[in-house]
């Protein structure tokens, strides 16, 4: 008989199918027109009901089914009133029957934390810039990232009235990436894509001094790896803090499962164990190829101003 599949595998299925749950949550609240936004650190700090909604959904879904796993998510939320219609049991078969990559084959509940961006790019969601919008469900194990899911609500929705709405992109360390075309950027351009909203001197200064031939601003973590990964921009660089574990965690298993590379900006991986603090203070750098190239020009000064 078959062996039942290895738990990283099941939690993968799962969070599969619990990330189009939240997708169908984020494009409901929308439609229904009431965003219910609230401010929390200030105008470009803000939660909406999808936030809520879909972090509700997201954990109790994955608490139920993997009870020992640890799961952080982005927005502070009591857990105990979460309604029976926002569980999500299903699960991706295709996924399931994937063998598992040896060295993960072994690990336990507890060992997993699972970091959760109900809605990553919410200010570009209130602004209707939808393409900006990801679901991110992160999995971590020994404080690495080793899979992940990104869920795209809105991809597609520029395409008329009978195009498909929405994609999930999902990836595991040693196994590769699935839900998109791998594209590298084109041979030979330096394409930078950065922060929208959350622009500064320093982020502006280290753009500057890697003398891109063009500049990308679009708003979300997820979104700004899903273009590396489809060869839209060749690095996303991002010199400032304000960048947290669970914006970073799903969309670096997925680039590193295809051969790419995040860091903070001076080079040092990120870590994913629990303790960890949320913020990646040291800002971001990531490339599908090339790392070197980028990570060579960041000025010592942008360095040295973004400490860990």
């Known amino acids: 008989s078959m062996a039942s599949p290895a738990l990283l595998m099941r939690v993968v299925a799962s969070a599969y199918s619990v990330a189009e749950k939240a997708a169908t949550i984020v494009r409901n609240v929308m439609s229904a027109g009431d965003l219910g936004i609230v401010e929390k650190a200030g105008p470009n700090d803000l939660q909406t009901k999808a936030d809520r909604l879909v972090q509700m959904s997201i954990c109790a879904s994955l608490a139920r089914k993997f009870p020992k796993v640890t799961i ?7 857990t105990d009133d979460v309604t029976e219609d926002l569980i999500e049991d299903g699960h991706c078969e295709e996924i399931l029957k994937k063998p598992c990559p040896a060295q993960y084959t072994g690990i336990k509940e507890e060992e997993l934390v699972i970091w959760v961006d109900p809605l990553d790019g919410t200010k570009e969601y209130t602004e209707g810039l939808l393409d900006h919008v990801t679901v ?3 999995i971590a ?7 992940g899911v990104i869920n795209q609500p809105y991809y597609n929705y520029e395409a008329g009235a009978n195009a498909v709405l929405g994609r999930t992109i999902w990836g595991v360390l040693g196994m590769g990436a699935f839900g998109f075309q ?3 950027a084109p041979a030979g351009k330096h394409i930078v894509v950065t ?5 500064s001197a320093l982020v502006n200064e280290c753009i500057t001094a890697l003398n891109p031939d063009a500049v990308i601003r679009v708003g979300g973590a997820g979104n700004k790896i ?3 990964i489809e060869g839209k921009a060749s690095a996303y660089v991002f010199a400032s803090p304000g960048c947290k574990k669970w914006d970073t965690c799903a969309p670096e298993a997925i680039l590193h499962a295809v051969g790419g590379k995040i860091t903070d900006i001076r080079g040092n991986p990120f870590q994913y164990n629990k ?5 990646n203070s040291a800002g971001v750098l990531a490339t599908l190829r090339n790392y070197d190239y980028y990570a060579s020009r960041i000025p010592n000064n942008v360095k040295e101003s973004l400490v860990p």
């Open 72 to 78: 952080i998510g982005e927005e502070e939320l009591p």
């Open 136 to 138: 991110l469900i992160g």
């Open 141 to 147: 194990y020994g404080g690495k990232a080793i899979a």
């Open 182 to 184: 791998l594209t590298e």
């Open 195 to 199: 922060t929208r909203s959350h622009s």
């Open 226 to 228: 899903i273009q590396l």
């Open 275 to 279: 303790e960890v603090k949320h913020m």
